[in-house]
Nanobody, 117 residues
């Protein structure tokens, strides 16, 4: 079991920026593909971005250029930098850890991001 703890959510005005963090309690952080997902009210959970152990990344097409995922293996932390936020970005954002070569995945508890004036 890997505990994931997200932080950094909150209320932000349209056009603003926010950075989410997720710390993973594991001694083999490098072996996990780390991802951010989000779920808006009444919608399915969707992938925002993923980062692999070698730091290659995947993004949802609609978010490329506004969101950036990064990781610090020394701190067991993955970040999501979000720019030019709009109301459609309002959602609960979840951190995900997938052990490479397995289907073993873990989820954080989620952090609320609300974009509103």
């Amino acid at each position: 079991q890997v505990q994931l703890v997200e932080s950094g959510g909150g209320l932000v005005q349209p056009g603003g920026s926010l950075t989410l963090s997720c710390v993973a309690a594991t001694s083999i952080f490098r072996m996990y593909v780390m991802g951010w997902y989000r779920q808006a009210p009444g919608k399915q959970r969707e992938l925002v971005a993923r980062i692999f152990s070698g730091s290659s990344t995947n993004y949802a097409d609609s978010l490329k250029g506004r969101f950036t995922i990064s990781r610090d293996n020394a701190k067991n932390t993955v970040y999501l930098h979000m720019n030019s936020l709009n109301s459609e970005d309002t959602a609960v954002y979840y951190c995900n850890a997938l052990l490479v070569g397995t289907t073993r995945a873990y989820w954080g508890q989620g952090t609320q991001v609300t974009v509103s004036s």
